[in-house]
């Protein structure tokens, strides 16, 4: 008897119970990509990290500008802004070490890509 009660209590929640597990919407998160990809290709002079020609000067680069650069995303973006902002033009390219969020490695990374003029 306890075993049938066990079964159909299986075959209840299965068929007739709760709904299964919800799938998570990814339509959010596919149009902020969209949106992205959108405004780092709108700006023809800057489509993307391969077409550089010329360094990113650090000291004037908008947020749009910094986020070609390879490892630098939005937030990052802001933060070297605000650092600019608050202490003063970027004296060096080393400078952009005193930065959150950048340590050697990423610095590494942006080193052939910026320059300080």
Same mark, same amino acid.
Do not use: C, W
């Given at each position: 008897a306890i075993f049938l009660a066990g079964v159909a209590l299986k075959v209840y929640k299965t068929y007739v119970g709760q709904p299964s597990q919800q799938r998570f919407d990814y339509s959010h998160s596919d149009s902020l990509f969209y949106e992205r990809s959108k +405004?780092?290709? $709108?700006? /023809? /002079? &800057? $489509?993307?990290i391969d077409s550089l020609k010329t360094k990113i000067n650090i000291r004037t680069a908008s947020k749009k500008e910094l986020m070609l650069l390879p490892g630098i995303g939005e937030?990052?973006? !802001?933060?070297?802004? +605000?650092?600019?902002? !608050?202490?003063? /033009? &970027?004296?060096t390219i080393n400078d952009l070490k005193k930065v959150k969020g950048i340590g050697e490695k990423k610095f590494d990374k942006l080193k052939p890509y910026i320059e300080v003029q």
């Amino acid at each position: 008897a306890i075993f049938l009660a066990g079964v159909a209590l299986k075959v209840y929640k299965t068929y007739v119970g709760q709904p299964s597990q919800q799938r998570f919407d990814y339509s959010h998160s596919d149009s902020l990509f969209y949106e992205r990809s959108k +405004l780092l290709n $709108s700006d /023809s /002079s &800057f $489509s993307g990290i391969d077409s550089l020609k010329t360094k990113i000067n650090i000291r004037t680069a908008s947020k749009k500008e910094l986020m070609l650069l390879p490892g630098i995303g939005e937030v990052m973006a !802001e933060r070297i802004i +605000l650092y600019r902002d !608050e202490n003063g /033009s &970027f004296k060096t390219i080393n400078d952009l070490k005193k930065v959150k969020g950048i340590g050697e490695k990423k610095f590494d990374k942006l080193k052939p890509y910026i320059e300080v003029q």
